[in-house]
């Protein structure tokens, strides 16, 4: 600070300032204004600390809910990844030496005039009428669900368009795309859209069905075909067994009869 | 971000009797009536109530009241300006409100009101330009020139009796 400057003006300013009655006037306004708002900033400081709360209470809850909602997509998610590739064992791995005489041969589960589906105790077939080949094969072994009979058995059925195919124990359940060649474990079937029904029925054809080189089960389709599955064996016995010889498809429609032979 | 603190009353109390003569003063250079001086002081606290600013020092906090007071009084001035349409009504009542000083306060507070403060702290306080530019947080170059125009306003209105050392 420096000296001041012109005595005048400060002796002017000297006669400036508020009187006794005026100093007490606005202090008692700025102090009842400070008490008031002392108050007002108490109830603000309660009111935001519930707020936190509430806040952190629904970020808690919305935490707890998002964790779960992850971890049930998690869950999901590896419940329903692909375990097994289609066709991992391919026809010829099948082993024609374990169809052994007294076995139940496979059992046609869908057929049109692209595909014939069929399961055993091995797995699921899916053998293209066009190309003559199989092109899907669903292990069951890898799984442990070989049992089609007995205790627990593993249930097969397809949809009645051929595309999809479940099978499924009272432990596990897994979803069978035909179309994309993709096998899923899932946990129930609820998303599925298409009908399941039964759509194949077991017919009896007379025939020369006491040969011993031949055992087949016929079945009739949705569309009016046959379609019969032969297991031809060797006249030859090795042991009282008969040897394998191969697994035929017959399947005919309008009386005209198709012949196809699985394991070339 | 700025500290803040929530003023007891006895701290309020205090800090009013270390600066209500300044604020007062600065505020009657503007608002030339006592009434209306007293409504601008107390705007002046309850600012410092409502905002709680924290002060590092004495200087620091009496350099705050200034501007704040400094600032309050010009938007009153504003909102007048803006209130009254009929300009003579507001000449009249001025004039009506310069009774209440002596005749060379009265050429001080009819400065320009940019000056006002600036003049205040210079004549009265005693603070050099660059004080006063810290206080009023604005350029030396600027304050140095508020008190050039004013001091040639001063010489010129009161003359003799305008003797700066």
Known sequence: MISMKNDKIIISWNKIKPSDSANERMLSAILERNRSMYHRNKKEIVQRKQKIKKMLILFGACFIVAVVIVGILMFNKSRTSVIMSPLSVSASELGMEEYIFGVELPSVIYGDDGRIIMYDFRGVYVYDLKNEKLTGYADFRPINMTLIQG?????????SDGKLVKFYNNEKKYLYDVEINEIKEVINYNEITEDFQEGVVEVFIAGDK??????YTTYKMKDGSLIAVILVFNPEFEDDVPKYRNLYLIREVNNERFDYAIFQ | MS????????EIEEIYMRHSNTIYRICFAYMKNHVDTEDAVQ??????IKSRPFFESKEHEKAWLIRTATNICKNILKHWWMKRENIDDFCNLQSSKKKETDDILNLVIELPEKYKTVVYLYYYE???????????KKPQSTIRNYLHEARAILKERLGDDFNEE
């Open chain 2, 126 to 136: 005693g603070y050099n330009s660059v004080e006063i530019a810290k206080i009023m």
């Open chain 2, 3 to 10: 500290k803040s603190k929530v003023r007891t009353d006895k």
């Open chain 2, 43 to 48: 705007e002046t606290f309850f600012k410092l």
């Open chain 1, 151 to 159: 205790d627990n058995p593993t249930f097969v059925e397809a949809s």
């Open chain 1, 210 to 215: 006491e040969s011993l080189s031949k055992e």
